[in-house]
């Protein structure tokens, strides 16, 4: 029975000290204690007004949400900025009256992260979704904003992935 509890706390031990390594965010050990995320301006040829606000938020939202990093407006340890590179509607199916029956909104946002702690890390990468609606219907009001929350979902959440989770 001593044995037991020995090997047991052996196994608690060696458990808690692992928390080092990784947390809870998936995003491993940062040496990093804040952020900033540059104004993201609206470069797409195709320009929909204000969509460069709403991203530039929904990326400091994500980086809040899943990471104990602090939210600062200059000298952060991370450095995210960028543009939007891309605001395209393609056609994707055809009714036999030669209209589109579905259409596809893909947005690119061009993406330049600095790690101050470690150069190492820094990229400038594209990243770039979609979302594909019915042919007949308009992007406006209710309908545009739940196209940017599933398009802006993924891409902040592959930048999250990118830059801090490695994966």
Same mark, same amino acid.
């Given at each position: 029975?001593?044995?037991?509890?020995?090997?047991?706390?052996?196994v608690v031990a060696l458990?808690?000290?692992?928390?080092?390594?990784y947390n809870f965010t998936?995003?491993?050990?940062?040496?990093?204690?804040?952020?900033?995320?540059?104004?993201?301006?609206?470069?797409?040829?195709?320009?929909?007004?204000?969509?460069?606000r709403t991203f530039t938020?929904?990326?400091?939202?994500?980086?809040?949400?899943?990471?104990?990093?602090?939210?600062?407006?200059?000298?952060?340890?991370?450095?995210?900025?960028?543009?939007?590179?891309?605001?395209?509607?393609?056609?994707?199916?055809?009714?036999?009256? &030669?209209?589109?029956?579905?259409?596809? #909104? $893909?947005?690119?946002?061009? %993406?330049? *992260?600095?790690?101050?702690?470690? =150069?190492?890390?820094?990229?400038?990468?594209?990243?770039?979704?979609?979302?594909?609606?019915?042919?007949? &219907?308009?992007?406006?009001?209710?309908? #545009? $904003?739940?196209?940017?929350? %599933?398009? *802006?979902?993924?891409?902040?959440? =592959?930048?999250?992935?990118?830059?801090?989770?490695?994966?």
């Amino acid at each position: 029975m001593k044995k037991m509890k020995h090997i047991l706390l052996v196994v608690v031990a060696l458990t808690f000290s692992s928390c080092g390594f990784y947390n809870f965010t998936g995003t491993g050990k940062i040496d990093a204690k804040t952020f900033q995320v540059n104004y993201f301006h609206n470069n797409a040829p195709l320009v929909q007004p204000g969509i460069e606000r709403t991203f530039t938020l929904k990326l400091q939202e994500i980086l809040q949400n899943q990471t104990n990093l602090n939210l600062t407006n200059t000298n952060g340890d991370l450095m995210y900025e960028g543009e939007i590179t891309g605001y395209n509607i393609t056609p994707m199916a055809a009714t036999a009256s &030669q209209t589109a029956a579905q259409n596809r #909104l $893909t947005i690119t946002i061009n %993406v330049r *992260f600095v790690n101050r702690k470690d =150069d190492k890390e820094n990229f400038e990468k594209p990243f770039s979704f979609y979302y594909d609606y019915a042919g007949d &219907q308009q992007l406006t009001g209710a309908s #545009l $904003t739940a196209a940017l929350d %599933v398009i *802006f979902e993924r891409i902040t959440q =592959d930048i999250f992935n990118q830059s801090l989770a490695k994966w």
